[in-house]
Structure formats: C-alpha cells, structure tokens
C-alpha cells in the first residue's frame, strides 16, 4: 500500500512542533491560546525533544471507535527532556514493564482511524527506551 500524497505533502505538519510562550518560555502541545503560567497570548513555534520519561500512566482496556483496533493499549503523561508535558500512546512495550520513571522516545505513528472514511491520522506515541 503507497502512503497517499496529501500525507507525504503535509509530512512537516507532524514534526514534535509545541507552541512556546514568549513571555515566559514554556511549551505547551497542544498549543494553548493563552499562557496557563504567566497570561501571555504570545506564542512561537517550537520543537520538542523526542526524549523523556514517564509522569504517570494507565492501561486502556476499551477503546473508543477510532482506537479500538488495538486494545489494551498505555496512555501516558510524558515529560520531555525540556519539562514540556504531553499526554500519548505507549506503544511496543513487549514484556518491558511500563513504570513511572521510565525513559520513553517519541516516534511517528499511526494514531487512529476516521470511522466513516477510514482514513488514518498520524502522529507521536512513545516507546520505552
Ligand atoms: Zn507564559
């Protein structure tokens, strides 16, 4: 199966881009339209690292319609090695044990499926490191 070309075309959309506050730096993914830390309303893009660890954790053991297709899955908080905290799949764990603490990596993956068109978002989960 080819990847469609609106994704190859759109691929930049889904670099680990987070919103970063100009006032007082923090980042935020997703964005935020007003600074939770300080009220700012100016924002500029900014990448994230790919590395962190995880905050905390729980194990989904029945999906929503676009997630169903693989039960049970880990939903976790990450925090990155900047301290920005984003809240992603756990994928590949294999019989690794999934702990708070553990050293995670963002990778580029399928997300879910659109269930009336069956089209196929994209975007990070984590694996343990
Ligand atoms: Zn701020």
């Known amino acids: 199966m080819s990847v469609?070309?609106?994704w190859r075309n759109k691929k930049y959309r889904y670099r680990l881009e987070?919103?970063?506050?100009?006032s007082c730096g923090k980042?935020?993914?997703?964005?935020?339209?007003?600074?939770?830390?300080?009220?700012?309303?100016?924002?500029?893009p900014?990448?994230?690292?790919?590395?962190?660890?995880?905050?905390?954790?729980?194990?989904?053991?029945?999906g929503t319609e676009q997630t169903q297709f693989d039960?049970?899955?880990?939903?976790?908080?990450i925090e990155l090695d900047n301290g920005t905290?984003?809240?992603?799949?756990?994928v590949d764990t294999g019989d690794k044990e999934v702990k708070i603490g553990t050293p995670v990596k963002l990778v580029f993956r399928k997300i879910n499926i659109?269930?009336?068109?069956?089209?196929?978002?994209?975007?990070?989960?984590a694996v343990l490191e």
């Open 46 to 62: 900014t990448v994230l690292p790919d590395k962190g660890k995880i905050l905390t954790y729980s194990i989904v053991h029945v």
């Open 18 to 22: 987070a919103s970063k506050c100009t």
């Open 71 to 77: 039960v049970p899955y880990v939903i976790a908080v």
């Open 27 to 44: 980042a935020f993914l997703p964005a935020r339209m007003v600074c939770p830390e300080c009220g700012s309303k100016d924002f500029e």
């Open 85 to 90: 905290r984003l809240t992603t799949q756990v």
């Open 4 to 6: 469609p070309s609106t």
């Open 114 to 125: 659109d269930g009336k068109t069956g089209v196929l978002g994209y975007g990070y989960k």
